[in-house]
């Protein structure tokens, strides 16, 4: 009897101290690095804040034990660890240690999502809409039609899906014009300039990349990937240019429109060359894909090491178990680093090719992040190709950068140290 009273002592002592879970991210101890973002944000959603250990075991999370998220972490198979009050608090004195590239960072409230995207996203699949799904992540859908009626204001964070803002119908022409895909898209995007008062589409498209770029400016989060992201930036370079041949708005362009681009009215580039044949499947010279000359085997990129606790922005957008990227293709592929703006940061470059893959910036008061490529786990996704099964990838560094920008936003402001 004094055996089993002193063990039930024990045991409530030690389930006293547990007061604390622990989600590692390191490439050893997680088996679900894409799930256990859902699991913060879930937290988030209850109005308990997490703690995000930047450079601890792979960018791990830390908060309160309770037994609902015990089992939530089961439910989803994301690998936890119960610690106590004491080794807590040991670990967080270890982290802010000025000896240690290691930062604490509190999230507080979960960021409400939008996707930008069409009702009909055919032939695309979207890599952001994909890991939000797989990860339980809650998100809306808009498009043009809201941007325009202001909605973006109802939001902390917003995707542009695959996307041409230019109103070229994402330079398609020559290879699928005779595809019904491609005439009934073209048909739904006239049909929609017109019925919010636009005679053309890329007048349309227009507005609505300004509608973003005010939202950014005002002190939203923008996340972009391939074509969303060089096509945004020289739709509002081309303000009241017209950059489009008669098959895509019925009219010819300007003449003379490349000295007529408006460089300073641009989140990211610079000093970039318009592509004008229709039929060439790019928009300008700011992407990198025709240009590349590294094999599939050998394509990886590089995330960039920053101090944790000076430049806590960047080390959370390139938390990850690994600093080695596998690449990928797409549209828009990778970016011109002789055409970024100097005030914008490089948080992953492939050093074979010379060529950024991820880029973030400042506009305002809000943040933006243009990651190339279409699908980190699809080498080469072609139009038509089925999606990506992200069970058979529930560890993907490239998925992993996704997320970091979703939960950025969810992190408590700091007062700057300088």
Excluded at 56 to 65: E, I, N, V
Excluded at 175 to 181: D, E, F, G, V
Excluded at 207 to 217: L, P
Excluded at 326 to 332: E, H, N, P
Aim: hydrophobic share 35%; aromatic share 12%; net charge neutral.
């Amino acid at each position: 009897m004094k055996l089993k009273l002193t063990s039930f002592l024990l045991l409530i002592s030690l389930f006293a101290k547990a007061n604390f879970i622990l989600i590692p991210m390191d490439y050893e101890s997680q088996s679900n690095h894409l799930k256990a973002y859902g699991i913060t944000y879930w937290l988030l959603e209850q109005q308990q804040k997490v703690q995000w250990l930047l450079n601890h075991r792979g960018g791990s999370f830390l908060t309160s034990y309770s037994d609902d998220l015990k089992r939530e972490c089961t439910i989803r198979n994301v690998d936890f660890e119960v610690i106590s009050n004491t080794e807590a608090k040991g670990l967080l004195e270890s982290i802010d240690s000025p000896s240690e590239n290691k930062s604490a960072v509190i999230l507080e409230k979960a960021p409400k999502i939008a996707v930008y995207t069409p009702t009909d996203k055919a032939p695309w699949d979207d890599a952001v809409t994909m890991v939000l799904t797989y990860a339980e992540i809650p998100y809306e859908t808009i498009y043009d039609k809201n941007v325009l009626e202001n909605e973006l204001l109802l939001y902390d964070w917003l995707h542009l899906h695959h996307e041409d803002f230019t109103g070229q119908y994402g330079k398609f022409y020559r290879a699928y014009r005779a595809q019904s895909w491609y005439i009934e898209a073209k048909r739904e995007a006239e049909v929609l300039a017109k019925s919010l008062g636009y005679n053309k589409v890329s007048k349309e498209k227009l507005a609505v990349a300004k509608k973003i770029r005010d939202y950014v400016i005002g002190g939203g989060f923008m996340f972009a990937m391939c074509s969303a992201t060089d096509s945004f930036d020289i739709a509002l370079s081309a303000e009241g240019v017209d950059i489009c041949e008669p098959m895509f708005d019925g009219d010819p362009s300007d003449p003379g429109y490349q000295s007529k681009i408006d460089y300073s009215k641009t989140f990211a580039f610079t000093d970039f060359i318009l592509e004008k044949s229709p039929m060439v499947y790019e928009y300008s010279s700011i992407d990198m894909t025709s240009r590349r000359k590294v094999p599939m085997q050998k394509d990886y990129f590089t995330l960039n090491e920053y101090s944790a606790k000076w430049d806590p922005i960047p080390t959370m957008l390139n938390q990850n178990h690994t600093a080695l990227v596998k690449g990928f293709m797409g549209q828009t592929t990778a970016f011109n680093p002789n055409q970024i703006k100097s005030n914008v940061l490089v948080l992953g470059k492939n050093k074979v090719n010379g060529e950024a893959r991820y880029i973030h910036g400042i506009k305002g008061k809000g943040f933006f992040t243009f990651y190339g490529g279409h699908d980190p786990e699809d080498y080469r996704h072609m139009v038509g190709d089925p999606k990506t099964e992200l069970k058979l990838h529930p560890n993907s560094p490239g998925y992993r950068l996704i997320l970091n920008n979703i939960l950025f936003p969810a992190a408590k402001k700091q007062k700057k140290k300088t």
